[in-house]
């Protein structure tokens, strides 16, 4: 079946600028992670949903991020006024009811370059 | 959380079994060891989970010695697109539900 789909897989932004970042979870998944990677390290986390809640934003840098998952299907990583340390990968992962299984589905990720 | 310290790098030739052990000194008593794989321009992908001794699948078999201080992800007759980086999780399936990465150790196989 369908994986867990991103868009856009590549984003090149001015310094300043809005970005939007979507992620279409696996269809019935239940909770939902923003993870950010920098150049040649591990994924870090960013914020969680469980259906249509965010339930943990502890990773998010600073209130220039923002997530939604308004219907607890789609979700949007909202960054305002890109910087240069914003450049990274955005990795979206998705995840069936609480089981006893740390796996989580992960999409290809966008690639955001701040300019 | 557990830290969790793996080699950097690693090579290897194919054909050849691979293992690679991640320490995990303070895993706590509900922590879980789990190993993602992730390719370039890909996310991580699962590869295994276990709690004590040995787990195996179609992909890997994982080495958890009765401590469980360590643990080693066993990769058979890798082929050059097991080339990736391989990360070691360790955590409490039912505390809290994010991931946490380290720096995983690049496997590099080659011809």
């Known amino acids: 079946g369908a994986g867990v789909s991103q868009s856009p897989r590549y984003k090149v932004a001015k310094r300043g600028q809005d970005v939007a970042l979507r992620c279409d979870p696996i269809?019935?998944?239940?909770?939902l992670f923003w993870y950010q990677q920098a150049l040649g390290q591990g994924p870090e986390f960013l914020t969680y949903?469980?259906?249509?809640?965010?339930?943990?934003k502890s990773g998010l840098p600073s209130d220039r991020f923002f997530a939604e998952r308004p219907e607890g299907s789609v979700s949007t990583l909202k960054i305002q006024r890109t910087q240069q340390e914003d450049s990274a990968v955005y990795l979206c992962?998705?995840?069936?009811?609480?089981?006893?299984?740390?796996?989580?589905?992960f999409g290809p990720g966008t690639r955001l370059t701040v300019t | 959380l557990a830290k969790t310290t793996q080699p950097i790098s690693m090579d290897s030739y194919e054909g050849q079994e691979v293992n690679i052990t991640c320490s995990h000194n303070?895993?706590?008593?509900?922590?879980?060891i789990t190993w993602y794989q992730q390719f370039p321009s890909q996310g991580p992908r699962f590869i295994i989970q276990g709690y004590k001794t040995k787990v195996t699948n179609e992909v890997a078999s994982l080495f958890i010695p009765a401590d469980r201080k360590s643990s080693t992800l066993s990769l058979p007759r890798v082929s050059l697109s097991d080339t990736a980086v391989y990360y070691c999780l360790v955590g409490d399936l039912g505390a809290g539900n994010m991931l946490t990465f380290g720096g995983g150790t690049r496997l590099m196989v080659k011809p």
């Open positions: 949903f469980q259906n249509e809640a965010q339930l943990d």
């Open positions: 269809s019935g998944h239940v909770s």
């Open positions: 303070n895993i706590a008593t509900n922590d879980y």
């Open positions: 992962a998705s995840r069936q009811r609480e089981t006893a299984s740390y796996e989580q589905y």
